[in-house]
C-alpha cells in the first residue's frame, strides 16, 4: 500500500507501508519496518486528521563502554551504541586503566606510582597514625633514643615531648629519608632532659595530609639530681689522735665533698674539696688531712656538691685528748 504524508508540514512524500500493514486508524503510528523514497528506519508514520504524518523515532539504543579487566568500570574511550549490554561491556565510562582491575574509581590507593583511585593523582595516601616502640619505662639516660615502626606514606615527622606538667619541652620536625631505615624510624635527642616523668607523640605528614600517634611514657632518672645531706660516720666523742680520719656515708649523686674542721665550734681551722672519685669506695668516703690538732673541742662538717645543687651535713663534735 502506497501513501502519501506530509513532512514536518513542508510537503508530501510517497511512503511504502509493508503489505501485511492495514491502513492506520485515527491516531495510529507506524515506526521502523517499512521504506520510503528518502529514509530508512528510524522514523515513524502517523495517521492524524486524515494525514500521514512522518516523525522521528526515538532511537533505542545506548551507549556502552568496554570493561576489558572486568572490574565494573568502563574505559571511556571505547564504546559502542547498542539496544541491549553487549558481552564485556559496562555503561560507565570512569575507568582510568582497562587492563588491570585493581584500579578503578574507589580503590585503595597505595604506593606503587600509578592512580589507583583514578582520581587524578598519583599515590595520593594520607599519613598513617605510628606506633612508637620505644623509649618506655625508667631510664637513666637523659638524651634517650625515640623508635618507632615508619610509615611509607610519611616524608616528615615530628617529634613531640612534654614533661609531668604538661609543659611542651621538645619539638621537632625530621625528614623520614634521613631518620628512617628497614621499616623502622628513630631519633636521639641532641639535648638532656631533666629527670621527670615525660610523654611523647609522633606526627606523620605528607602533602596529602597528617596523623598523630598515640601517646607513650617514660621515666628519667639522670643523673641530675641534687645532692643529699651526708650521714657522719667518724670522728666523734673523746680521741686521742691529732691526725684523724674524717668518715662519712657515701651520696651517689655528688660528685664532690668539702671537709670543714671548726675549733671550738667557730674558729675555721681547716677546709678543703675533694673529688669523690677520689675518696669515695664501697658506700664510704673518707680523708685523713695532716692536721695535727691541739687537744681541745671541734665539729666538722661536709658540703655535698654536684652541679645541679649543693647541701652541708649537720655537724659532728669530737675532743682531742692527749
Known amino acids: 500500500m ?13 511512503y511504502t507501508f509493508p503489505s501485511n500493514l492495514d491502513p492506520l486508524d485515527e491516531g495510529q503510528e507506524f515506526c521502523g519496518l517499512g521504506t520510503r523514497s528518502n529514509s530508512g528506519v528510524g522514523e515513524c508514520i502517523v495517521y492524524f486528521d486524515d494525514v ?22 568502563g574505559d571511556p574511550n571505547t564504546s559502542i551504541q547498542a539496544s541491549s549490554q553487549p558481552s564485556g561491556y559496562v555503561s560507565d565510562n570512569t575507568d ?13 590507593e597505595i604506593l606503587n606510582n600509578e592512580d589507583d583511585n583514578c582520581d587524578g593523582i598519583v599515590d595520593n595516601i594520607t599519613p598513617a597514625k605510628v606506633r612508637l616502640t ?3 619505662g625508667t631510664t637513666e639516660d637523659t638524651t634517650p633514643t625515640f623508635i618507632w615502626n615508619e610509615d611509607s606514606s610519611s616524608t616528615w615527622y615530628r617529634l613531640l615531648i612534654w614533661d609531668s606538667s604538661g609543659k611542651k619541652v621538645y619539638s621537632k620536625w625530621y625528614d623520614a629519608s ?39 611514657t617514660f621515666t628519667v632518672q639522670g643523673n641530675d ?13 673523746t680521741i686521742q689522735n691529732s691526725d684523724p680520719t674524717f668518715t662519712w656515708a657515701e651520696d651517689s649523686a655528688s660528685t664532690w665533698y668539702k671537709l670543714w674542721v671548726g675549733y671550738n665550734s667557730t674558729d675555721n681551722i681547716f677546709a678543703h674539696w675533694y673529688d669523690a672519685a677520689d675518696i669515695c669506695f664501697g658506700g664510704n668516703c673518707s680523708v685523713t688531712p695532716e692536721l695535727d690538732l691541739p687537744n681541745g673541742d ?24 692527749q
Not at 502506497?2 to 510517497?14: H, I, K, M, P, S
Not at 582510568?96 to 585503595?108: F, K, V
Not at 628497614?182 to 615525660?198: F, H, K, Q
Open 178 to 216: 634521613i631518620i628512617c631505615s628497614d621499616a623502622s624510624c628513630s631519633v636521639t635527642l641532641e639535648s638532656e632532659l631533666a629527670s621527670d616523668n615525660y610523654q611523647w607523640w609522633i606526627k606523620s605528614w605528607n602533602d596529602y595530609g597528617n596523623a598523630w600517634s598515640d601517646g607513650m
Open 52 to 73: 500521514y504524518i512522518l516523525r522521528s523515532q526515538p532511537d533505542p539504543s545506548v551507549i556502552w563502554y568496554q570493561d576489558n579487566d572486568s572490574d565494573g568500570y
Open 298 to 321: 671541734y665539729e666538722w662538717y661536709i658540703k655535698s656538691w654536684n652541679e645541679f645543687g649543693r647541701v652541708w651535713s649537720d655537724g659532728m663534735e669530737f675532743t682531742i685528748s
Open 225 to 237: 639530681t641534687p645532692p643529699s645531706k651526708i650521714t657522719h660516720t667518724s670522728p666523734s666523742g
Open 134 to 136: 620505644s623509649i618506655s
Open 2 to 14: 502506497n501513501a502519501r504524508y506530509l513532512v514536518d508540514g513542508q510537503g508530501e512524500l510517497e
Open 96 to 108: 582510568c586503566n582497562d587492563s588491570d582491575s585493581t584500579i578503578h574509581p574507589g580503590a585503595m
